[in-house]
Every structure is written in C-alpha cells, then in structure tokens.
C-alpha cells in the first residue's frame, strides 16, 4: 500500500492544499476542507484528480454540497481496504452562525445514521478509523 498523507483543516486555503497534494500521490483530508462553506470557492477538482485525493466532512463543510463533490468519502465507507471513515462534527459555535449560510443542521450524523455506520463498521472490522471528532466520551 502506497503511503497515504492526511491532512488537517483546511478551511479552503486551496493554494496550501493544493501545494500539499502536489507533493503526494495519496491523502485523506479529515474535515473542515470549506465544501459550500461561506465565503470560500469550489474546491480543487482538477488537482484531485491528479493523484488519488479525498476527503470526509466536518462541521466546516456542507453535508448537501459534499454529497454532490467527486471526491466525498460518505460517512461508514472503508477506503484503501483497511481506513473507516466517518465525518461530520458539531459546531460549538453554532448559536453564533447563520442555518443554511455557515451552519448546517445535519452536520452531524442522526442517530439513525450512526447506527448504520456502528452495524458497518462491525461487519468490517477495520484497523484504522478516520474521524474529523471522536465522541467526547473517548477525550477522558
């Protein structure tokens, strides 16, 4: 397996990232990319497609626009035959951003979502999982 890069918010800065995956063949960016996030432009179609670049979701992207992005990892997806990935997380902030403009109310998986993943994830036993939050519960 080729060496894969992950990579941490980017928050649209496309000139840094794309300086980043110019310089790898492989990478995993891990939530707060800027997908339909206010303020920020499309991301970097074209230098994705250069190499074998992704990325999951994060409370700084939104879920709507990340499902239509080529190079989404859906939340409970195994990629590289061994990497679970799971995005989403919750704002903090939230009561200080807009619905819809800067905040977006399924940013985090529902409950119901979270069981489908929990049942995925123990059919396929995976070694490593990617996550943009791990549940406050493992922090302590």
């Known amino acids: 397996m080729k060496t894969i890069r992950f990579i941490g918010d980017v928050h649209g800065n496309w000139k ?64 590289h035959d061994k990497i679970f990935c799971i995005g989403g997380a919750k704002s903090i902030d939230a009561h200080y951003r807009t619905e819809g403009y800067n905040w977006w109310v399924n940013e985090e998986l529902s409950y119901k979502e979270f069981l489908i993943v929990c049942d995925v994830y123990e059919k396929l036993k995976p070694s490593i999982i990617v996550a943009h939050e791990m549940p406050e519960s493992l922090t302590y």
Request: glycine fraction near 10%; hydrophobic fraction near 30%; charge should be negative.
């Open 16 to 79: 840094r990232y794309n300086k980043i995956i110019n310089e790898c063949d492989v990478s995993i960016q891990v939530g707060d990319f800027g997908v339909g996030f206010s303020g920020h432009s499309n991301p970097p179609y074209d230098h994705m497609k250069k190499g074998d670049h992704k990325f999951i979701r994060s409370n700084h992207d939104n879920p709507n626009v990340c499902q239509m992005h080529p190079f989404w990892i859906q939340d409970g997806t195994l990629i």
